[in-house]
């Protein structure tokens, strides 16, 4: 094994869903280590580096649980440059990855309270590992609510998945604006919330999503009187090492990609704000 801490695994896709189509389409994809051994462990709210040969590398959140050993999931946006370059992969293709990089959320702390999942966009990704495994023990946490919107209904990714978790925990989807046919509800995600009323006794709120709606989520869950200690997020400054070490990523004096990118409200609020 290679001491070199920049040199990726060899990793192959083997699995490619197209998540939504259109203008924002997002794929997921699986990958196993491509020699047949074992990718490295990693827990939840923890990325990884991706590579496509002579195409780039980006930084993507880890979408699978921990307790998945057999593959990790990522479900990437088409955005630019290196994005697009994953969304033309094919199954059996290898990529490179190394990692796991950054914290994770701190789930052993959370066990007998009540989680509260705020999700918009792509913003589900990073927090969908950690709502798999809450579910995947399901008796260690109180109530699970799933808030999750997207711009359109076409936006909204997961759809199966989410349908599923309906069967043991409670699930509220929303879209931007009406559309025949929708019964979730019809708004931004921060108004979502409100309409359901969380409650903060005993409880962690959970956000990721475009800033501007986790700008409002933390507001208004301040407003239902969340503590700033009980609401935790991610963040996505660009990186490039994701080692500490190019100093691409610092929110002040943090690197985001070996201090973050799980911070709770109460550490981020009194962070410079460069993210
Ligand atoms: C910790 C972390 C986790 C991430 N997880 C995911 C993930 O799960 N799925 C995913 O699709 N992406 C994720 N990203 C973003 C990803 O690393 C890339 O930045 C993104 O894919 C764009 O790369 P690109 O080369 O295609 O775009 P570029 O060619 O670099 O940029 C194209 C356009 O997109 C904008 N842009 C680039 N990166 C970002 C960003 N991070 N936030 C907002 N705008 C941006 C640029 O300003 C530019 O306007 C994550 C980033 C970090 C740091
Ligand atoms: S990405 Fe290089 S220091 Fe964080």
């Not at 980006?58 to 370059?85: C, D, H, N, T, W």
């Not at 007998?112 to 950690?130: E, Q």
């Not at 978790?165 to 699930?171: F, I, K, Q, T, Y």
């Amino acid at each position: 094994m290679s001491d070199n801490i920049y040199l990726p695994q060899l990793a192959r896709v083997a699995f490619i869903k197209d998540e939504v189509v259109g203008e924002r389409a997002i794929k997921t994809f699986r990958v196993e280590a491509a020699d047949g051994g074992d990718l490295f462990e990693h827990e939840c709210g923890q990325c990884a580096m991706l590579s496509i040969f002579g195409r780039g590398e980006s930084m993507i959140s880890i979408a699978s649980s921990p307790l998945i050993k057999e593959y990790k999931q990522f479900s990437i946006m088409r955005v630019g440059r290196v994005s697009s370059a994953f969304h033309d992969l094919a199954v059996g293709d290898v990529i490179g990855i190394r990692g796991p990089y950054g914290n994770d959320f701190p789930i052993d702390d959370w066990r007998g309270k009540n989680l509260y999942f705020i999700g918009g966009g792509c913003g589900l990704a990073p927090i969908w590992p950690l709502i798999t495994t809450a579910v995947a023990q399901r008796a260690d946490f109180k109530n699970i609510t799933v808030f999750y919107g997207g711009r359109t209904s076409r936006d909204i990714m997961y759809r199966a998945e989410l349908e599923k978790l309906r069967e043991s925990v409670d699930v509220h989807l929303s879209i931007d604006k009406a559309e025949e046919g929708w019964e979730g509800y019809c708004g931004f995600v921060p108004a979502a919330v409100m309409d359901k009323d969380p409650v903060p006794d005993n409880s962690v709120a959970i956000t990721c999503g475009p800033p501007i709606m986790i700008k409002y989520v933390i507001e208004n869950l301040n407003k239902l009187g969340f503590a700033d200690e009980q609401i935790y997020t991610t963040i996505e400054n660009k990186m490039k090492c994701g080692l500490g070490k190019c100093g691409r990523c610092n929110v002040g004096k943090d690197y985001v990609c070996v201090k973050g990118p799980v911070y709770s409200w109460a550490v981020l609020k009194n962070l410079p704000e460069e993210y």
